[in-house]
């Protein structure tokens, strides 16, 4: 609210106000002006312009006669109160709070200023976790969650070569998943293959194949399994990554019937990773969920394929 005091200039400022009041804001800024040219001194002028600018949505404006406000009248609560409205309208709230706990220093009875700490103080909190929620899907890196794996390729393969395509590959294909999760809400249920560079006929052979029907039945389950076997002996892939979204699979329904100490991870909704190979095999789920409106994929976890996998063995072990 602006200030109204009996001061050499009180009738254009009285007018200002009095079309503060109203609603009127530019007029009222107008009319601060006029006055503050007559008394260029008067810090309460500076505020009562600021509150004006603000509601019309002038911030720098408004800011720059709250800074000067504080330099006219530093002991007076008012300009830094209005130095905290103007950057919390800028989200700027850190440098809100940090303006609003100088005023409460100079007014600690302020009611008014103690409610805009509290509420700047979750705002800041919120737009901080939001933030961060932003940078972990906008930075995606399964490769960091992969130790394990990595050492397990390295051990299996003697090949520095071979292991290390592997695993990249595996890690192409759970971020390509993770960004069309984030962007989408959703990921295809698709095979892809890590093709032989050398001896595969890539003119018959894709590196992606859709499994989407694949969950409708155990018919159906049965049938796109036999035919990734033979599409994974005939293509002379070297690895393969098998991915579906939870909410495709009526067949098999993996994590039911586990109980919580099997399945820890409740209705959550999310997609699985399998990985096939002749050497190793390995299951993922990926959890997904809603923060600060935006869907994250959480961290990659490990599952034991041998209680949860939803296709078996599509290479010949060796």
């Given amino acids: 609210m602006a200030e109204s005091e009996a001061k050499p200039e009180s009738s254009l400022k009285d007018q200002g106000n009095e079309f503060f009041k109203a609603g009127n804001y530019l007029k009222a800024a107008a009319l601060y002006t006029q006055a503050i040219k007559k008394d260029p001194s008067n810090s309460t002028l500076y505020s009562n312009r600021a509150a004006a600018f603000l509601h019309l949505v002038k911030l720098n404006k408004a800011l720059a006669d709250a800074e000067t406000t504080i330099t006219l009248n530093p002991a007076w609560e008012k300009g830094y109160f209005r130095k905290g409205c103007v950057l919390e309208a800028m989200e700027r709230y850190d440098d809100a709070l940090a303006a609003f706990q100088i005023a409460l220093q100079h007014n600690p009875q302020s009611s008014e200023v103690s409610k805009k700490i509290k509420r700047l103080s979750h705002l800041a909190k919120d737009k901080k976790r939001a933030q961060e929620v932003e940078n972990m899907r906008s930075n995606i890196d399964m490769a960091k969650h992969l130790d394990v794996l990595k050492s397990e390729l390295s051990e299996k393969y003697e090949a520095e070569e071979c292991w290390k395509e592997i695993f990249s590959f595996v890690v192409e294909t759970m971020e390509t998943a993770v960004k069309s999760w984030h962007e989408t809400s959703k990921v295809d249920a698709r095979a892809y293959f890590l093709l032989d560079k050398e001896k595969t006929q890539t003119d018959k052979y894709a590196p992606v194949v859709n499994i989407d029907k694949a969950f409708e039945s155990p018919h159906t389950h049965s049938s796109c399994f036999q035919f990734l076997r033979q599409y994974a002996e005939d293509s ?83």
């Fill in 236 to 318: 002379l892939s070297n690895a393969a990554c098998l991915v579906a979204p939870k909410s495709i699979i009526s067949y098999p329904q993996v994590w039911k019937g586990q109980g919580s100490r099997k399945w820890k991870y409740g209705q959550n909704d999310g997609f699985f990773v399998q990985f096939e190979s002749p050497f190793l095999r390995k299951s993922w789920f990926i959890p997904s969920s809603t923060e600060k409106g935006q869907i994250l994929c959480r961290d990659p976890v490990v599952l034991d394929i041998s209680i949860h996998e939803w296709f078996p063995c599509l290479f010949k072990q060796s």
